[in-house]
Nanobody, 115 residues
Framework: QVQLVESGGGLVQAGGSLRLACAAS????????VNWYRQAPGKQREFVAT???????NYADSVKGRSIISRDNAKNTVYLQMISLKPEDTAVYYC?????????WGQGTQVTVSS
């Protein structure tokens, strides 16, 4: 069983930065891939970034060059550092993983970027 808890969201002005965190309980070593998704009001949930245990990363074009995903296995935590935030980054951000064939989602953290 894995539980994911996101934190770090908030209200920030355009051009600002935030660091989101996704803390996992349970066996982090059973987790290979951890993803960040986001969902804006009235829109479908969309992929933001992914991190594998081997260190590979991938980003959506919309955040590429403005985001860094990293993980601290000692703290069972995956981070998403976002800079140069834009109003269109406003959304609820979720982390996600699959462990032994079961998909897990956190409860989400709200990011609001004001213009």
């Amino acid at each position: 069983q894995v539980q994911l808890v996101e934190s770090g969201g908030g209200l920030v002005q355009a051009g600002g930065s935030l660091r989101l965190a996704c803390a996992a309980s349970g066996s982090f070593f059973s987790i290979n891939v951890v993803n960040w998704y986001r969902q804006a009001p009235g829109k479908q949930r969309e992929f933001v970034a992914t991190s594998t245990r081997s260190g590979s990363t991938n980003y959506a074009d919309s955040v590429k060059g403005r985001s860094i995903i990293s993980r601290d296995n000692a703290k069972n935590t995956v981070y998403l550092q976002m800079i140069s935030l834009k109003p269109e980054d406003t959304a609820v951000y979720y982390c996600n993983t699959i462990s032994y064939g079961i998909t897990y989602w956190g409860q989400g953290t709200q990011v609001t970027v004001s213009s």
